[in-house]
């Protein structure tokens, strides 16, 4: 029997996905590919905006058309949040809940091998959001996609109860992974290889605080400790919860990464308050001017809405503005989406669809803007890359350029763009990574340095990143 699986949304759910195919794969299933004609069909879905829940949707019904005879199993946030809307799509046949993720296997197994050849009405496994108040481990994973990078999850669930976001009802409130069992398995994939552990979890900024740690940095201690050639990299953090001293705090530990995805959401002291976040425009600076005092080059990347309900055009250039005085490495932009059951979506003055384009085009165009200047600012540094692909077509490959996910704005390198060029700058093939930094390095080079980390000369922007000459 084959499965095959399709993760939408954060960091999270890729991990997630990444233990139910050990959980597959312990039943003796065989994990195939999402283009393929399977037995049975997994989507892990999404709901943090409208489009992720259409996406989500298109996916579902995707597998479908795949295999009308397949199973199909539907789990993550969009499922927790309108089980009964996925389970009417049709073909599909069982949806579970964030909690209860390490059913899954299970389920499909048992319901596979009751009766291959007819579908049955869908079963329903979801809590309300109330009990969703343990932490469920998924067990160790042994094998992940990437052989270079491993995600692993250390927490769940948020208290913020931002107004526009719908995640703490999905997610429920927050629970966290002892810190030993986080340490083991980290210790387990150095040994295999691993060479970057991505910390994350719905909100890490609560990491320990139901535990009494006091905060994530002893699991960070813990893990720097260990043994190997690795680095660190903290998904996210936010400033809800953590300060500059805060920050201050985890500068000591060499292994972790220079890189920070700090969500700001907004530039504007007024919005931010409506959003219920709590800090301020400053509090933020703050903590980036602690980030830079330690590295001037420090990569902060951040998330910024815009068309919250009732912004004004002042309020949208605060946030503007704020990501030329953040100097941030990569803005992902999102335009305000409304969520049924939270606060925001109850309000009158909502932003009109048209404005919430042109605020969004504009971010855009101003953060690629900043990114490029955030580049050139690294001209001439030497910093340390792990190299993650060899062989990939700088020109026609995939990645070709710069990109929040909300528009098509491109770095402008047209001469760079020709495909003549691979054989001048990478003439025995092209090796791609990032610096701890978050840089997308292209440099030349050969299959040697793939799951390397080397030294690299910053030589001048190219594409989404810098071109590098390995030291």
């Known amino acids: 029997m084959k499965a095959a699986f399709h993760t939408l949304g954060c960091k999270v759910n890729q991990y997630e996905t990444e233990a139910i195919k050990e959980q597959f794969r312990a039943l003796d299933w065989e994990i195939g590919d999402e283009e393929e004609v399977c037995d049975a069909y997994v989507i892990n879905t999404c709901t943090v905006t409208n489009l992720a829940d259409r996406k989500s949707r298109q996916f579902i019904r995707r597998a479908r058309r795949l295999n009308p005879d397949a199973l199909v199993a539907v789990t993550g946030c969009y499922a927790q949040i309108k089980p009964e809307e996925v389970a009417a799509i049709e073909g599909v046949e069982i949806v579970t809940g964030t909690d209860e993720k390490g059913k899954l296997a299970e389920m499909v197994d048992a319901r596979f091998r ?30 992940m996609e990437s052989r270079t990078r491993a995600f692993i999850k250390i927490q769940e669930g948020c208290n913020n109860f931002c107004t526009y976001c719908i ?26 290889g691993y060479k970057e552990i991505v910390l994350t979890g719905i909100n890490t900024a609560f990491y320990g605080q139901d535990l009494g740690y006091g905060g994530i940095e002893p699991l960070i201690a813990g893990l720097d400790a260990l043994e190997g ?53 400053q509090d933020f ?61 109850a309000r009158t003055d909502q932003v009109p669809g048209e404005t919430k384009n042109d605020r969004s085009r504009a971010l855009i165009a101003e953060s690629n803007r900043v990114r490029r200047e955030f580049f050139l600012a690294s001209r001439g540094e030497t910093r340390r890359v792990l190299f993650e692909e060899f062989g990939k077509d700088p020109v026609t490959g995939e990645d070709q350029g710069m990109d929040n996910g909300d528009g098509d704005n491109r770095l402008e390198n047209r001469s760079e763009s020709r495909a003549e060029d691979a054989a001048v700058l990478f003439p025995d093939g092209c090796v791609t990574g990032y610096t701890d930094n978050y840089i997308r390095v292209y440099a030349n080079g050969g299959p040697a340095l793939f799951d390397q980390f080397r030294d690299v000369e910053l030589v001048r922007p190219y594409r989404d990143g810098m071109l590098g000459r390995v030291r």
Do not use: W
């Open 114 to 143: 009751e009766e291959q050849a007819s579908h049955r009405a869908a079963e329903l496994l979801v809590k309300p959001y109330e009990k969703l108040d343990h932490y469920e481990s998924l067990g160790e994973i042994r094998e």
């Open 285 to 345: 600076l703050d903590i980036v001017e602690v980030l830079r005092e330690a590295d001037p080059h420090y990569g902060i990347s951040t998330d910024i809405i815009v068309g919250f309900p009732g912004e004004t055009e002042d309020e949208f250039r605060d946030s503007l503005r704020i990501v030329s005085e953040a100097m941030f490495c990569k803005t992902h932009v999102f335009k305000y989406s409304m969520r049924t059951g939270t606060p925001a979506a």
């Open 229 to 281: 050639d690795f680095r660190i990299r903290l998904s996210s953090l936010e400033p809800t919860v953590i300060d500059a001293a805060y920050v201050k705090g985890l500068m000591k530990y060499p292994k972790l990464c220079h890189h920070l995805h700090l969500a700001l959401q907004s530039g504007s002291d007024h919005v931010l308050s409506e959003m219920n976040r709590h800090y301020t425009r």
């Open 167 to 192: 995640i703490p009802y999905a997610r429920g409130k927050i629970r966290s992974r002892a810190a030993e069992d986080v340490i083991e398995e980290v210790r387990n994939l150095v040994a295999k």
